[in-house]
């Protein structure tokens, strides 16, 4: 524990000298207060006159001065005593405030002086003293507490960074799955932190830098974790918003200091998180904060020109903007190199998922290949709330193992949101249904579709339905996978038109018709899936500065923007007429799944598919190979 005494002392010293200043500017009110009319009215009682007498008094002459206090409430004046033949203190209170009492004296040639107001009636005396307790608190909060960040040792401009300097961070590669690519990069730099003779030997400088960039819950930090654990050596991590303060150079002091603690624990890895916060381009800002946060930036810049290659401070950072970052801190001798981390594919979700379920007790007949499938563009740190999901719902139930049932609830819960109650109106109950039985026969009669998992009637966040579907996953998409989707999506709303009639269509659509109308223009306007010129003609948004809308267009693209917006239109009604299509050749289908989905409320998608191909064929789909797990 520290030595409390030199911080009681300060705040002592502090404290005096405030009471000090307050005496001191108020000490001419302290002696006014030892002589003013309130001694005087409690010490001689009896030697107030009445106020006519006192009148009396002017007018025959016997008053050559007087004394006014209190803002000429109090009158004190010397009176000659014809008994006792002296001067006799007398005092009379005016019982109104007004300016006739000093005509009056100036009309008799009688001289006055006026003392102000007791001092503790004034404002500043009662603020002082209210000031002054809380100025303590404030100072000693501020200055002296414990773990404070402004104190006289220069704290404020100290960098707030989370030191391991026990070479263990207790995560290491095996821990880390599903970026095998950049795992393979970062090999290098753990043998340069444990064997730096290998690259010297033969004159190759290691980088000093390196950015991973990644959508939120790849494993950035994890990543830079793991090689620290595997070569051995400190972990120094911080986050750009702690560079940003509100008083000016505090950032660039921050940045010397963090790279002060680096050198003193080379080698090591030093890691900044979310540096967008302060590596953003500059000259893109206006005010004050923008000037500040260069100054942070161009304070790393210099910083890491500074230190040799060869001391063995490796900077990684981590962010999701590389986009917006300055080319200043990509070029070569600062962050040499750029290693992208993108969400896993179906082989490394598996990968995660093992690592992830180690300390579960999962149950054995549960095959981490189909949570696999399930979970298509999920990220490391989804998969792995996913898992805790389910051992919450396990705990819940009273289970010993967790089973697959818990998992696809937990994966429902996080992608639809918490389960809702039934419907119980059967005429709504009966809309929902053949609503998704119209997503999901629409997509399963469809040669490009993505496969059904499941239609259920049980609600979800705002939805009262869904249709799950397997989404296919292929790194190229082509204009008949694109199209199918778009189908299925109106699916829904076909189903309403078919069986309802116009007047009857619902607005459990609106959904879908957000969802139609990001693919179709995406079609037109990126991949070049329309009858127009096959380019990219994504138009930018027009930009508002200082209130005025600015177009950053060039003028060329404003004839097509309508030519655009005809070939959507154009897109979705085909797909609308090609879903009614679909749906009213299969009427009778469709009315006996939405029949079934009323009674038993959930299909899976292995029953559904039977079910629909023991009425009509099935069109021959592209299946993905069996995985060997």
């Known amino acids: 524990m520290k030595n409390e005494t030199p911080r009681i002392f300060y705040t002592l010293l502090i404290g005096l000298a405030f009471i000090s200043g307050f005496v001191y500017f108020n000490w001419d009110n302290f002696i006014d207060l030892t002589n003013n009319s309130r001694n005087f009215l409690e010490s001689h009682p009896g030697q107030m006159i009445p106020f006519d007498k006192f009148l009396n008094y002017i007018e025959n002459g016997d008053i050559k001065k007087v004394d006014l206090y209190e803002n000429g409430e109090i009158v004190v004046f010397d009176l000659f005593s014809s008994a006792t033949k002296k001067l006799q203190h007398v005092g009379v209170k005016i019982p109104i405030r007004n300016s006739s009492l000093i005509l009056k004296l100036r009309e008799y040639r009688i001289d006055f002086t006026a003392y102000p107001a007791v001092s503790f009636d004034s404002a500043w005396s009662i603020v002082s003293v209210l000031l002054i307790p809380v100025l303590l608190v404030v100072v000693y909060q501020l200055f002296f507490s414990e773990g404070s960040n402004y104190d006289f040792f220069g704290n404020l401009r100290k960098a707030r960074a989370k030191i391991q300097l026990d070479a263990n961070t207790g995560v290491s590669f095996n821990d880390v799955a599903g970026i095998d690519e950049a795992k393979q990069e970062f090999e290098e730099f753990v043998s340069f932190l444990k064997m730096p003779q290998l690259f010297t030997a033969v004159g190759a400088n290691p980088p000093k830098g390196v950015i991973i960039v990644g959508p939120p819950g790849t494993g950035k930090t994890l990543l830079a974790k793991a090689i620290a654990g595997e070569a051995g050596v400190p972990f120094i991590s911080i986050s750009g918003s702690e560079f940003v303060e509100m008083f000016v150079g505090i950032g660039a002091s921050r ?141 819940r139930a009273n289970l010993e193992t967790i089973t697959i049932k818990q998992i696809y609830t937990a994966i429902e ?82 189903a309403e038109k078919v069986i309802f009639g116009k007047m009857e269509i ?25 009858s127009l010129t096959p380019m990219a003609m994504d138009l930018p948004k027009p930009s508002i500065f200082f209130g005025r809308r600015l177009q950053t267009r060039p003028d060329c693209f404003l004839d097509v923007a309508d030519q655009i917006d005809m070939q959507i239109i154009e897109i979705v009604e085909d797909g609308f007429d090609k879903a009614c299509t679909i749906l009213e050749r299969n009427r009778l289908l469709l009315d006996q799944l939405a029949t079934l989905l009323t009674q038993v409320e959930t299909i899976d998608g292995k029953e559904f598919e039977q079910f629909v191909s023991s009425y009509t064929g099935l069109p021959k789909q592209t299946k993905l190979e069996p995985l060997s797990v």
């Open 255 to 395: 940045v010397r200091d963090l790279f002060e603690t680096a050198e003193r624990n080379s080698p090591c890895i030093l890691f900044i998180d979310e540096i967008d916060a302060i590596g953003r381009q500059r000259g893109t800002g206006v005010g004050g904060t923008n000037d500040e946060r260069e100054q942070t930036l161009n304070q790393i810049l210099t910083e890491m020109d500074g230190f040799k290659p060869t001391s063995g401070i490796i900077v990684i950072a981590a962010t999701n903007r590389a986009d917006v970052l300055d080319s200043a801190l990509l070029r070569p001798g600062r962050f040499d190199r750029q290693i992208t981390v993108y969400l896993p594919d179906i082989y490394g979700r598996i990968e995660i998922l093992k690592v992830h379920s180690r300390d579960k007790n999962i149950d054995s007949k549960t095959s981490l290949k189909f949570i696999a499938q399930r979970t298509a563009g999920f990220s490391g740190a989804d998969l792995a709330n996913i898992l805790n999901e389910a051992a919450i719902l396990t705990a």
């Open 413 to 494: 819960r996080i992608i639809a949101g918490l389960e809702g109650v039934l419907l119980n109106d059967s005429r709504n109950k009966r809309l929902v249904a053949y609503h998704e039985v119209g997503h999901a026969l629409a997509g399963t009669l469809l040669k490009n579709h993505d496969d059904v998992q499941k239609v259920t009637l049980i609600p979800r966040g705002r939805a009262q339905g869904l249709t799950w579907f397997t989404p296919d996953e292929q790194p190229l998409m082509t204009r008949g996978q694109l199209s199918s989707r778009l189908i299925g999506t109106l699916g829904g709303r076909a």
């Open 506 to 530: 619902t607005s459990g659509a609106s959904n879908d018709f957000f969802k139609v109308n990001s693919l179709a223009r995406q079609m037109v306007t990126r991949f070049g899936m329309s």
